[in-house]
């Protein structure tokens, strides 16, 4: 008579999975939810504070409010009505406008500014660091009102030069000049941080090669900054198809040349607060975060093969 052995491996595959397996399971979920945890206050503001004003603003651009039919279900008419409105056209061209021709402007002072900084070596490079900081610090409704002052041709200090700073020929300049002071320190620590995360050597191998500091900054430094340069950028691009507080503040100065549609969201703001149309405002809205989704979208596509952002 033959013994039948019982392998050894086959064993605990019978008996279920072993103990190791279940506790390793376990501290998998563990994990797991310590991880949910960690995200939890997040999750609960961001849901709050972001994604349910948004659901409810999608949900009102839908409906129409008459004297006599009420509130009704309009579909998609609003954005109709916003995309064939020419007052709306208006300001999205001129954000464009704007955007095109402040934001290298402004890119290009911030990089001056960070090279120059990081170049220095007195200890004085610290107090212009922070100097250049400053106006960021600033809120933008004072600062706003500040250059309003200074803009101002009869109590201002540049009324003897008869400059009109804020007619419809120069406010547009006058504004892009308020941007331009209050972000381009915001912009220049950006740069600033990411110039001095760049390993010196390459500095000396270049200046060993006979390379001037103007070569370093241009041909070393700006290169190997593209990714901080692209990102400066992009938060550029999407605060200025946003505009709205400066304009907004300055608008008593000149109403006939700052008005009531001057970029999308001072119209959004006037047809919801002083027209009373919710509606119509909550599309224009949507319809402007569209344009800037699609415009930072695409300065990300063209700019993708120069920096490691994707």
């Known amino acids: 008579m033959t013994e039948v052995q ?4 086959a064993a605990p595959a019978a008996a279920g999975p072993s103990p190791r397996t ?5 501290a998998r979920v563990k994990e797991a939810a310590t991880g949910w945890l960690f995200a939890l206050p997040f999750t609960v503001l961001l849901v709050a504070f972001l994604l349910l004003p948004m659901a409810y603003a999608f949900k009102i651009s839908l409906y129409r409010s008459t004297l006599i039919e009420g509130e009704v279900f ?26 095109l021709l402040q934001t290298p402007v402004m890119i290009g002072i911030a990089l001056i500014a960070a090279l120059l900084i990081d170049a220095a070596t007195s200890r004085f490079s610290r107090f212009f660091r922070l100097a250049a900081f400053v106006p960021y610090a600033v809120p933008v409704v004072i600062g706003t009102l500040m250059w309003g002052f200074l803009y101002s041709d009869s ?5 003897w030069t008869g400059i009109d700073f804020t007619s419809s020929d120069t ?8 941007v331009t002071w209050q972000w381009a320190g915001y912009n220049m620590i950006v740069l600033y941080a990411a110039l001095q995360g760049l390993p010196r050597d390459v500095y000396e191998s ?9 070569q370093i900054a241009l041909r070393i430094k700006t ?14 691009i999407m605060g200025t198809l946003q505009f709205f507080t400066e304009p907004l503040i300055l608008q008593p100065l000149n109403p006939g040349a700052i008005t009531q549609h001057y970029t999308p969201n001072v119209y959004a703001y006037n047809q919801a607060f002083s027209f009373q149309q919710y509606n119509y405002s909550a599309a224009i809205s949507f319809l402007l975060g569209a344009v800037v989704f699609i415009g930072s979208y ?8 120069r920096s490691a952002l994707r």
């Open 223 to 236: 290169p190997m900054i593209s990714s901080a340069l692209v990102l400066a950028t992009l938060f550029t």
């Open 22 to 26: 279940g506790t390793q399971r376990a």
């Open 155 to 159: 109590i201002g200090p540049f009324a």
């Open 74 to 99: 309009a579909w998609f008419d609003n954005y109709k009505q916003a995309i064939d409105d020419p007052l709306v056209r208006e300001g999205v061209v001129r954000v464009l406008i704007f955007g």
């Open 171 to 178: 406010v547009l300049a006058s504004l892009g000049n308020i």
């Open 6 to 9: 019982t392998s050894p491996a």
């Open 206 to 214: 270049a200046r060993i090669d006979g390379a001037s500091e103007v």
């Open 298 to 305: 695409i300065f990300l596509f063209a700019t993708r093969k």
